[in-house]
């Protein structure tokens, strides 16, 4: 797993393509960051945490994981 100190499609895009192979499909949440991975060349689903889905109910899949460092002050 790889944690991004500052989360953005500009941070995340390199660190998608050094990777994740084009054409993967890529899971994610509903955040909206993710909302380009189509137009980078990526299948991209996404699960509903407020419903209870963490995980596709597809079949077994190798995937990675993007986590957002959410912090309050």
């Known amino acids: 797993?790889?944690?991004?100190a500052n989360v953005q499609q500009?941070?995340?895009a390199?660190?998608?393509?050094?990777?994740?192979?084009?054409g993967t499909t890529v899971y994610t949440d509903e955040y909206d960051?993710?909302?380009?991975?189509?137009?980078?060349g990526y299948e991209?689903?996404?699960?509903?945490h407020g419903r209870g889905e963490?995980?596709?109910r597809r079949r077994r899949t190798r995937h990675a994981t993007l986590m957002r460092n959410e912090r309050t002050t």
């Not at 797993?1 to 991004?4: D, F, G, I, S, Y």
């Not at 909302?35 to 980078?40: D, I, M, N």
């Not at 991209?44 to 509903?48: A, M, P, R």
Request: charged letters at 10%; a positive charge.
């Open 1 to 4: 797993m790889h944690m991004l």
């Open 10 to 12: 500009v941070t995340i």
């Open 14 to 22: 390199p660190f998608l393509r050094a990777t994740i192979s084009p």
């Open 33 to 40: 960051i993710y909302s380009r991975l189509k137009e980078w």
């Open 44 to 48: 991209h689903l996404t699960v509903n």
């Open 54 to 56: 963490y995980a596709p």
